[in-house]
């Protein structure tokens, strides 16, 4: 009965060792897989704005039709991301509530460099003698030094227009473009943790 009990001891213990091990690697090599994942090493945002700054400057309008608004020539700069800060190279903003539809496009140097999105929900509210636009987008379309920027191919945002009630002209503008978690990343780790859990109940 002795040597019963100590061979079911032993086995229990090796079993239990082999367990913490298996489950080591198993939960290592989740760890690997995800920091390996595109886009896990480098995710930094992407904003773009224009401000009463000369440098910075804003230019163009906000038009009012209802509750929907359009834009016509706002002029904005890189702020933080792949492209540099310069008034001969700037990128136009244009957007329509009413159809969701929003672009960010290159000029000068940075022609071609087009940022396409799809407004998914908006706001706007009047205080004083300004309205701001409120809105959060979509960014399935980026070039690829944008796409390298934010570590994943499409983007999101919450960005906002200021413009002068009375005549439109815009006061300032932020686009603050943000990585779209990867639902790969997401599975891949529920997944692997699933099976291990799967694992260590049929080794009870």
Known sequence: ?????????????????????????????????????????AQTNVDFECSLSPTTHCTGNVVPSGSNFSSTGISVFNDSGPYTTSLANHFVLAFNTLTGTISLDGTGTFAGQNLVGHIVS???????????????????????????????????????????????ATQSVDVLITPTPEPPSVFLFVGGMALVAIKFLRLR
Request: glycine share 10%; with cysteine; hydrophobic share 45%.
């Open 122 to 168: 908006f706001n706007s509210a009047t205080g004083g003698t300004t309205t701001t636009v409120n809105f959060v987008v979509d960014w399935p379309t980026l070039p690829a030094a944008v796409q390298a920027q934010l570590g994943t191919a499409t983007g999101r945002d919450s960005g906002f227009v200021i413009a002068l009630t009375s005549t439109g």
């Open 1 to 41: 009965m002795i040597k019963n009990y100590a061979e079911g001891t032993h086995n229990h213990c090796l079993a239990a060792e082999l367990l913490g091990r298996s489950m080591s690697i198993c939960i290592a090599a989740l760890i690997w897989l995800l920091l390996s994942a595109p886009g896990a090493q």
